[in-house]
Structures are given as structure tokens and as C-alpha cells.
T-cell receptor, first 113, second 115 residues
């Protein structure tokens, strides 16, 4: 069974530029999450999707971050414009039903210079 | 308020010995789940063990066991017979069954296994 796929693996941009991350969850997993993990901290939820609908985006900085999950499968997370404090690893996770354990992708490491 | 507290930023253990990683949580929900994940230096998050709030027995998965003390709101991870490959960050997480249902993570404990 294929795992959660994320790309790119690494991204370096300058502040005020835009960037996009892509995630393809495990086939059939209805719930998809984006987490932000700043160095030395635990992952923090940015947004949760159930199929193509948003369940929770209360911690998403909506002035600069946006996410979509068209057709309820893969998802894109965008930052525009990026700030220095956005430097982090962005983790995508999926699960069949919310009560189950999360399966994580390898993450995208973003450096904002 | 912190939902998940991991008070040990770093721990050392000798190879083949057991180690306990502490986790306390805060919730008013009666139904919730507790998870432990391992994050090696490569960055992926690896699921280790799960304990449901209504589970009466402590969860075990191979060399991992979860010491669940509901009244004290603690969910400590015990790793028996440590191996060099156990060196990693370990995160405790909680899912509350009302509301969001997404996992809330602690700040992690870095475990270093010494030969």
C-alpha cells in the first residue's frame, strides 16, 4: 500500500515570495490534515479536511495561508506571501476515519530567507 | 492551556535498558485517545502505540507499552530493551472525541540510546 506522498521534499524561498506544497493521501482516506512543525516543537494543526470540505481551519493564518482539496483526494497548501517565521516542516497526514491513527508523509522542509 | 505536556526535553538511556517517557494531558472529554509517535532524524512520523480512554488494559506493541493512569491524566511510554535505532524524537498526542478530532501534539522528548 502506497503511503502519503508529499512534494517537494525541500524548498528555499525568499520572504514575500509564494510557495505551494502538494499532498496525495493514502487511497480511500477521507480525512486529510496539514500540520506545521517548527524546529524543536511538536506538529501544530493548520487545517483538517473531510473529503473536500474543511472541518477545522481555526489555526490557519488565513491572511497568507490557503489550502484546498479538490475532488476530495489530493491537496495543496499555499503560502503567499511567505514570512521568515514560516520556516518549518509542513506535514501532511491522512486517515480513513478520524478516530484512527494518522499516517504521515515525509514532509516538506521550507526555509524562508 | 497546554493540552499535552512532555516535561523531558531530552533523555539518555543505555542500550538494552528500559526507559520511560512522560506525558500528561488535559481534557474534560470522557472519550479520547492517546497516541505516541516516533520521529527519527529523517523526519517521518511513525505511529507506535494507541490507548483509548475506555480501554481498561494498558496498550502494548512489541517493546512499547503505555502506562495509562487515567485519574492522574498521564500516558507514559515505556520502551523496553532499548536499541540504538530507538534514538529519535518521541511525541505524545491526544485526540478528543468531541469537537475537532484532530491530534494535538506535545513538544516532544529527544531520546538518545548510548552503546
Amino acid at each position: 500500500e502506497a503511503g502519503v506522498a508529499q512534494s517537494p521534499r525541500y524548498k528555499i524561498i525568499e520572504k514575500r515570495q509564494s510557495v505551494a506544497f502538494w499532498c496525495n493521501p493514502i487511497s480511500g482516506h477521507a480525512t486529510l490534515y496539514w500540520y506545521q512543525q517548527i524546529l524543536g516543537q511538536g506538529p501544530k494543526l493548520l487545517i483538517q479536511f473531510q473529503n473536500n470540505g474543511v472541518v477545522d481551519d481555526s489555526q490557519l493564518p488565513k491572511d497568507r495561508f490557503s489550502a484546498e482539496r479538490l475532488k476530495g483526494v489530493d491537496s495543496t497548501l499555499k503560502i503567499q506571501p511567505a514570512k521568515l517565521e514560516d520556516s518549518a516542516v509542513y506535514l501532511c497526514a491522512s486517515t480513513l476515519i478520524p478516530r484512527e491513527k494518522l499516517f504521515f508523509g515525509s514532509g516538506t522542509q521550507l526555509s524562508v530567507l | 492551556a497546554q493540552k499535552i505536556t512532555q516535561t523531558q526535553p531530552g533523555m539518555f538511556v543505555q542500550e538494552k535498558e528500559a526507559v520511560t517517557l512522560d506525558c500528561t494531558y488535559d481534557t474534560s472529554d470522557q472519550s479520547y485517545g492517546l497516541f505516541w509517535y516516533k520521529q527519527p532524524s529523517s523526519g517521518e512520523m511513525i505511529f507506535l502505540i494507541y490507548q483509548g480512554s475506555y480501554d481498561e488494559q494498558n496498550a502494548t506493541e512489541g517493546r512499547y507499552s503505555l502506562n495509562f493512569q487515567k485519574a492522574r491524566k498521564s500516558a507514559n511510554l515505556v520502551i523496553s530493551a532499548s536499541q540504538l535505532g530507538d534514538s529519535a524524537m518521541y511525541f505524545c498526542a491526544m485526540r478528543e472525541d468531541t469537537g475537532r478530532r484532530a491530534l494535538t501534539f506535545g513538544s516532544g522528548t529527544r531520546l538518545q540510546v548510548q552503546p
